[in-house]
């Protein structure tokens, strides 16, 4: 089954953080995240809304990893970055929780700095 597909720009700086962002808002997409997957490609992440916290058990890669605040302006609009944890590493990186986040982008090593993110930076997540 495919899933929706998104984009995530950061509106602050100008930049694209993710140009094919997979939806994870299933309870199975948020149970499987990126376990068994061999790698997350340039360009690639997964988007877990509601989220605040995250887990590498499993996973076979590091990632970057973007913790997003609710919406600022009602049900939609952009999320500010509560906070960003880069290169977490497999098996041993481990977040279990981040006050005030409630959605989670996992991006590939390097995603973070290429997209020029900061905390404090709103963060739009779109249909593709």
Do not use: C
């Given at each position: 089954m495919s899933r929706k597909r998104l984009v995530a720009r950061n509106i602050s700086r100008g930049t694209v953080v993710a140009e094919r962002l997979e939806d994870g808002s299933s309870f199975w997409a948020k149970f499987m995240g990126l376990m068994g997957r061999g790698s997350l490609?340039?360009?690639?992440?997964?988007?877990?809304?509601?989220?605040?916290?995250?887990?590498?058990?499993?996973?076979?890669?590091?990632?970057?990893?973007?913790?997003?605040?609710?919406?600022?302006?009602?049900?939609?609009?952009?999320?500010?970055?509560?906070?960003?944890?880069?290169?977490?590493?497999?098996?041993?990186?481990?977040?279990?929780?981040?006050?005030?986040?409630?959605?989670v982008m996992e991006l590939p090593v390097g995603a973070i700095d290429a997209s020029k993110t900061s905390v404090g930076d709103e963060i739009s997540v779109d249909p593709l």
């Amino acid at each position: 089954m495919s899933r929706k597909r998104l984009v995530a720009r950061n509106i602050s700086r100008g930049t694209v953080v993710a140009e094919r962002l997979e939806d994870g808002s299933s309870f199975w997409a948020k149970f499987m995240g990126l376990m068994g997957r061999g790698s997350l490609p340039r360009g690639d992440g997964l988007w877990l809304p509601g989220e605040n916290g995250i887990h590498m058990l499993f996973m076979r890669f590091s990632i970057d990893v973007l913790f997003l605040s609710k919406p600022l302006s009602g049900k939609g609009g952009p999320r500010q970055v509560i906070s960003a944890r880069k290169a977490v590493r497999p098996w041993l990186g481990v977040v279990w929780y981040v006050r005030g986040a409630k959605g989670v982008m996992e991006l590939p090593v390097g995603a973070i700095d290429a997209s020029k993110t900061s905390v404090g930076d709103e963060i739009s997540v779109d249909p593709l």
